[in-house]
């Protein structure tokens, strides 16, 4: 599949700030999913987006699936410690259920 | 979701040796997904392991190298042939229940010397 990428690589916030990774894939995706892997973890399933526009909310993090249903963003308010870790982005293929993750977005707080 | 565990959870080995690493579920899935994961990279998909018959390898791996086995809807075994250095990576197997959205787990984190 398509590899999808992600801006930016890496991110250090200061705890309390905004934080925000986008998605970007040139093709037109049928969903956008979103995973968390904290460092020395493995992904955990956060999210995913089908329709387009689509906007979901999970407490602090907002997702958002762009209108052409090329391109998404997470969004985290007032970031916590809790949130260190690395946020991909995955996208599966039409009628398959294979996931090309993207390249990734590193988060670090700085407390 | 379910709980998956792989062993060995870690291991150092030596060039020219095999390692064969487990993933066990606890209920019965759809489909199981093998992935590699280079230090501070992405993940890789390597194969679909698919029951009775032989796994579905991705583009630049191949079955001699990565051997897969999955005997029934709850385990699979990934096999790292032949390894050199090139191979010091995190193997992280997934299950899907045919939504698309993928568990996995904890991965294993190997060292070839």
Known sequence: GQQVMQIPQYQHVQEGEDFTTYCNSSTTLSNIQWYKQRPGGHPVFLIQLVKSGEVKKQKRLTFQFGEAKKNSSLHITATQTTDVGTYFCARSNFGNEKLTFGTGTRLTIIP | ?113
């Not at chain 2, 093998?34 to 009775?52: C, F, K």
């Open chain 2, 1 to 113: 979701s379910a709980v998956i565990s792989q062993k060995p959870s870690r291991d150092i080995c030596q060039r020219g040796t095999s390692l064969t690493i487990q993933c066990q579920v606890d209920s019965q899935v759809t489909m199981m997904f093998w992935y590699r994961q280079q230090p501070g990279q992405s993940l890789t998909l390597i194969a679909t392991a698919n029951q009775g018959s032989e796994a579905t390898y991705e583009s630049g791996f191949v079955i001699d190298k990565f051997p897969i086995s999955r005997p029934n809807l709850t385990f699979s075994t990934l096999t790292v042939s032949n390894m050199s250095p090139e191979d010091s990576s995190i193997y992280l197997c997934s299950v899907s229940w045919g939504r698309e959205t993928q568990y996995f787990g904890p991965g294993t984190r190997l060292l070839v010397l």
